[in-house]
């Protein structure tokens, strides 16, 4: 069974602080990762996709990707209180998405 | 608006009830899946279609449930004899074809409540 595990906090952080989201997988063949953010009783939205090992960067969000230690982390930087949400990694499980249980981000002002 | 689209966006039946929802993908995307989704937790694989072919089911799909794509365009999902736990958020998500990654773009969900 293909796991995803994310840590389900909250994590808080001040406004305009860097927050470091984590992800680690339990299928070392997974090839590619998804990150969604998911608003309180809204659905999931795509923010990144990476599958290579190293950094992508997108605006203010930059995915890592380390397959030696089946780890996937998500920066997001200068954090706003908008960015306050559920952000869940999901990993591609073959015509399917594997997601873990997400973990909250709190940013205040 | 051409985005993934559920109806209806919300649905109280009683348990027992026979209940129905509806997607409609992205009008180029081939792919489409259901998913469940609790409080707490991440969505969770129910189902998947390319085209019209439900290729994939999760052990989590009951005989109670049960998808079609008939023409390969929207798609619905029936949960008979509804019982209380399976109150959740049931999304529907959909994906382009020929690309390497699965990435999926999600509909708004539909919140199931059966009481």
């Known amino acids: 069974q293909k796991e995803v595990e994310q840590n389900s906090g909250p994590l808080s952080v001040p406004e305009g602080a860097i927050a470091s989201l984590n992800c680690t997988y339990s299928d070392r063949g997974s090839q590619s990762f998804f990150w969604y953010r998911q608003y309180s009783g809204k659905s999931p939205e795509l923010i990144m996709f990476i599958y290579s090992n190293g950094d992508k960067e997108d605006g203010r969000f930059t995915a890592q990707l380390n397959k030696a230690s089946q780890y996937v982390s998500l920066l997001i930087r200068d954090s706003q209180p908008s960015d306050s949400a559920t952000y869940l990694c999901a990993v591609d499980g073959t015509d399917k998405l594997i997601f873990g249980t997400g973990t909250r981000l709190q940013v205040f002002p | 608006d051409t985005g993934v689209s559920q109806n209806p966006r919300h649905k109280i039946t009683k348990r027992g009830q026979n209940v129905t929802f509806r997607c409609d993908p992205i009008?180029?995307?081939?792919?489409l899946y259901w998913y469940r989704q609790t409080l707490g937790q991440g969505p969770e694989f129910l189902t998947y279609?390319?085209?019209?072919?439900?290729?994939?089911k999760s052990r989590l799909l009951s005989d109670r449930f049960s998808a079609e794509r008939p023409k390969g365009s929207f798609s619905t999902l029936e949960i008979q004899r509804t019982e209380q736990g399976d109150s959740a958020m049931y999304l529907c998500a959909s994906s382009p074809p020929l690309t390497v990654n699965t990435e999926a773009f999600f509909g708004q969900g539909t919140r199931l409540t059966v009481v």
């Open positions: 279609f390319q085209n019209e072919a439900q290729l994939e």
């Open positions: 009008s180029e995307h081939n792919r």
